[in-house]
C-alpha cells in the first residue's frame, strides 16, 4: 500500500480511479494534510461485489470467530492510540485530548460489539400450541453500505462497522471526504485483526458519486447513515422505493432548559461543554439555551464568562476549542452570526475571529441572546459554536419554545424538582434526554437516535438496538413430526 491509496476493495490497496481529493489542516489551511485520487462509482460498486461475494462466509463464521477479530481490533487501536488522535487532529481539528478521548472509545465501541456475537439472540416465545415450539432467531442482512460524517470520525464509522460486522454483515464504507484517513487507519487494523477480503471494503470519494452507488445497487440490503437531515432524507427515501432497511442519523438543534430551582453553576458549565465542545460540530451540541426569565441574569453571565474564558487553536496544542472543520463550515459560522443579529438578535460575546490564531478556520466562542423562536437562528443547525439565549416565562413555554424546531435529537433540563423533569421527559420531543446534564454525549449500551427531521426512527444505533438493525429476526413454529 502507498500513502495515496485509500481505496480498499476485496482485500486490496489501490489507487482511486477518480478526481484528485486534497485534505487540508482546518487549523493552517494552507497545509495539505494528504491529496489522493479518489473512487469512483464504479469502484464502490465492485466494492459491493466483493461483499456480496464474502457476505456468505462471513455470515457463517461463528460468533467466537467475529469476537476475536473484534477485540484484537480493539486492541490494535489501543496500541496504535497516539498516532491515530494525530491523523485525527490533524483532519478534523479538534483539540488532541478529546482526539485521544475519540479514539479510546473506539476501542471500547469494538469490545463491545465483540461482546455482542456470544450474547445476542432470538426470544422463545410461549405457544399457544401445546405440539408446537415457538421462537426467533436473527440472520445478518447481508451487504450494507455505512456513510459516515466527519465530526466523530473514528467513532461514527467503528459503531456502525463494529455493529454489521458482528452481526456477520459484509460492510462497504464510505467516510467523509474532509477526514478519509482515520476511516483508512480503522479499515487497516481491522484488516490486520483478520477480517476476510471482501468482508470490509472502503471506499473514499464523493457522495454524489460513491455514495450514490452505495445506496442504489441492487445487491445493498441495508444502509445505516449519519449526517445532514437533506442528505439523510434523499438516502432514506431512494432505500424506501427498494424496500431496504435504512437508518439515519441527522441535525440538531438542541435545547437545553434552565429552571429556577437549577444549581446556576452546573448548568452554565454544561451549556458552555455542550455549546463550545467540539467547536459545536456535534449533532447533540447545545444550540438553544431556554432559560427561565427569573435565574436568566445569572445563567446569562454565566455563561458568558465561561464562553470567554474558553482558549481558542491549533488542536494539537489541545486548546479547549478547534477550528471549524473547512472553509464551508467556517463561512457558515460567520453567516448565522450576522444572521442572528440582523434578525434582532444581541451579540453578548464571541461573533468575530479570535486576534490569535492568525489562519485557520477559528471564530471566538459565541453567544447571542434577544432570540425568538421564530427566528432563523432559533431554528436551523449552525453546527458551529454559536448559542442562543432564549427567555422563558414558565415550564410550559420552555417546552413549547423546546418543541418548536423540525429537529428532535437531544435535549436537557436543570432542576431539581422530580416531578418537573419527568413531566420534561414525558413531553419533550427528542430522542436523547438528560437531566441536570449536558445535551452533547451518550454511553454506547444506550440506544441512540433522534425523533423528527434528526432521525429516520427506524432503528437507533449503538446498544441492542444496533445489533437488531443489521439483522432479520425469522419466527420459527417448530413441530415435531
Ligand atoms: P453530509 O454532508 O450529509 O455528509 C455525510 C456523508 O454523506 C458524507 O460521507 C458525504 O460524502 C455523504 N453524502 C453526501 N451526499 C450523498 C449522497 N447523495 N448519497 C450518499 N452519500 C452522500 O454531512 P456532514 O457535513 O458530513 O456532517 C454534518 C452533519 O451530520 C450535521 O448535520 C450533523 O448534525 C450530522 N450528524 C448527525 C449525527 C447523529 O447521530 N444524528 C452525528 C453526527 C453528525 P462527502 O461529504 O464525502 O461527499
Known amino acids: ?36 485520487p479518489a473512487a469512483t462509482g464504479a469502484q464502490a460498486t465492485r466494492a459491493l461485489a466483493a461483499a456480496d461475494e464474502a457476505s456468505g462466509a462471513w455470515g457463517a463464521s461463528t460468533p467466537d470467530e467475529r469476537e476475536t477479530v473484534l477485540y484484537d481490533a480493539a486492541d490494535r487501536v489501543e496500541a496504535n492510540l497516539d498516532r491515530l488522535a494525530e491523523t485525527l487532529t490533524l483532519e478534523e481539528g479538534k483539540p488532541i485530548s478529546s482526539s485521544r478521548g475519540e479514539v479510546a472509545r473506539a476501542a471500547e465501541i469494538l469490545r463491545f460489539f465483540a461482546s455482542y456475537t456470544r450474547t445476542a439472540t432470538g426470544d422463545t416465545v410461549p405457544s399457544t400450541d401445546p405440539e408446537t415450539f415457538t421462537y426467533t432467531v436473527r440472520e445478518p442482512l447481508g451487504v450494507v453500505s455505512l456513510i459516515t460524517p466527519w465530526n466523530f470520525p473514528i467513532a461514527t464509522p467503528t459503531w456502525k462497522v463494529a455493529a454489521a460486522l458482528a452481526s456477520g454483515n459484509a460492510v462497504v464504507l464510505k467516510p467523509s471526504s474532509e477526514t478519509p484517513t482515520i476511516a483508512k487507519r480503522l479499515v487497516e487494523i481491522l484488516a490486520a485483526a483478520g477480517v476476510p477480503d471482501g468482508a470490509l471494503s472502503l471506499v473514499v470519494g464523493p457522495g454524489s458519486t460513491v455514495g450514490d452507488e452505495l445506496i442504489t445497487d441492487e445487491r445493498v440490503d441495508g444502509i445505516s447513515f449519519t449526517g445532514s437531515t437533506g442528505t439523510g432524507t434523499h438516502i432514506s427515501t431512494t432505500a424506501a422505493e427498494r424496500g431496504v432497511p435504512v437508518q439515519t442519523e441527522m441535525g440538531g438543534k438542541n435545547p437545553q432548559v434552565v429552571l429556577p430551582d437549577a444549581d446556576i453553576d452546573a448548568a452554565a458549565d454544561a451549556a458552555v461543554a ?19 426569565e427569573a435565574v436568566a441574569d445569572r445563567v446569562t453571565e454565566a455563561v458568558v464568562d465561561r464562553a470567554e474564558s474558553l482558549s481558542v487553536g491549533p488542536g494539537m496544542a489541545d486548546p479547549d476549542m478547534g477550528p471549524a472543520v473547512s472553509a464551508d463550515q467556517d463561512e457558515t459560522n460567520f453567516e448565522y452570526v450576522s444572521i442572528a443579529r440582523e434578525e434582532g438578535a444581541t451579540l453578548l460575546t464571541g461573533g468575530g475571529r479570535p486576534a490569535e490564531p492568525e489562519s485557520g478556520y477559528f471564530i471566538e466562542p459565541t453567544v447571542v441572546t434577544d432570540v425568538e423562536s421564530s427566528m432563523r437562528i432559533a431554528q436551523e443547525e449552525v453546527f458551529g459554536p454559536v448559542l442562543s439565549i432564549i427567555e422563558v416565562a414558565d415550564f410550559d413555554e420552555a417546552i413549547r419554545v423546546a418543541n418548536d424546531v423540525a429537529f428532535g435529537l437531544s435535549a436537557s433540563v436543570f432542576t431539581a424538582d422530580m416531578a418537573r423533569w419527568r413531566e420534561f421527559v414525558d413531553r419533550i420531543e427528542a430522542g ?43 419466527s420459527v413454529y417448530r413441530t415435531d413430526p
Open 432 to 474: 436523547v434526554i438528560k437531566v441536570n446534564g449536558t445535551t452533547s454525549g451518550s454511553q454506547i449500551q444506550m440506544p441512540f437516535g433522534g425523533m423528527k427531521a434528526s432521525s429516520s426512527e427506524t432503528a437507533k444505533e449503538l446498544g441492542q438496538r444496533a445489533y437488531e438493525f443489521y439483522t432479520h429476526e425469522k
Open 274 to 292: 455542550g455549546a463550545f465542545g467540539l467547536t459545536g460540530q456535534a449533532c447533540t451540541a447545545t444550540s438553544r439555551l431556554l432559560v427561565h
Open 1 to 36: 500500500m502507498t500513502d495515496t491509496q485509500y481505496q480498499y476493495i476485496d482485500g486490496e490497496w489501490t489507487d482511486g480511479d477518480g478526481n484528485e481529493l486534497v485534505v487540508r489542516n482546518p487549523a493552517s489551511p494552507d497545509e495539505t494534510v494528504v491529496s489522493f
